[in-house]
Structure formats: C-alpha cells, structure tokens
C-alpha cells in the first residue's frame, strides 16, 4: 500500500467508524512506524479533513448540527475532576474539550471528548497513573470546557448541577 492509499484508509476508517483510533494501532494495522501515521494525519487535516485528536486517540466527528453547545467557565482542584465531569456526562453531555488561559501562548485547548463514566475514569484514572498535571493547574484551577447535548434542557441541569457543586464561574 502506498503513502495515499494508506491515508484514504485512515480516512475511511475514521469517517465510517464511530470511534477512536490510537496512532500506535494504526501503525500497526498498516506496517507502518506511529511517526509515518502523525504525518498522514497532518497530511489529511492539511486537505480539509476535520481530524480531532483525543487522548483516545484520533476521530472524525459525525455532523452535529443538531447539538446544543455552551462554552462554560469552572473552577476546582485536580481532586474534583471526576466529580465535575460526572455532572456532565450523568445528564447525558459530552465535554468536548478543556481550555485554559496562558499568559505568554494565549489560549490552550486539548480535545477530550468525555462521553461516559467509562472515559472519565479512563481520563482520571492517566492523571494517577502518572506525574502529568491536567491544563486547568497553570491556571490555578480555572478553566473552560465545551459541553454539548441533544437540548436545551439538558445543558441547563448540567449547569445547575455544576452550580450547586460551586464548580461553575458565573457573575
């Protein structure tokens, strides 16, 4: 397989699954080093591809026009990230990424996509696992995350949930 029917692959694979693909397994899967899959990638988005890259790995995300989405601001110690994404997900949203302020490179952002209690505790579980700080520590805590649901409603318990749990900034 050559280097562009190899990345029709990565594209089909992604567009037609409902999933996340590490690099390391695409390599696999391939014959190819994980290093030859990050520059397929690079290649793919450099075409228009919207690739999300998630600790999970890499997605396509299907068309989501019919989410609702709502960017909010939260404060709390590493201790309560469970805790904070568990009042998102238990209403059914998904946190899609995390953001953070930094004084010298402006704003961070890291796609997680955390659908589940399955992908919190995975995410939660790679904090204990190892030394790495999540973002919101070069902000004291602070930080944004794009949530989204299928209505209104939903957004709006998951607000209130977070509010009573004084996780939520708001004025």
Known sequence: ????????????????????????????????????????????RAEGVNIIATPEGYLIPSEENNFVRRVIAVSHGRNDIYNELECI?????????????????????????????????????????????????LTKGIHLHTIKADNEEIIESIIKELKEKNYLISD
Do not use: C, W
Request: hydrophobic share 40%.
């Open 1 to 44: 397989m050559n280097s562009k029917e190899r990345r029709e692959y990565i594209r089909n694979l992604l567009v037609t699954k409902d999933n996340t693909y590490k690099g390391q397994f695409l390599a696999e899967q391939l014959g190819v080093t994980r290093q030859v899959i990050v520059k397929d990638i690079a290649i793919i």
């Open 89 to 137: 997900v238990k209403f059914g949203g998904v946190v899609e990424d995390v953001t953070v302020e930094h004084p010298l490179y402006g704003e961070i952002r890291a796609m997680i996509m955390i659908k589940t209690i399955m992908d919190i505790e995975g995410f939660t579980k790679n904090f204990k696992e190892s030394s790495v700080q999540p973002l919101s520590y």
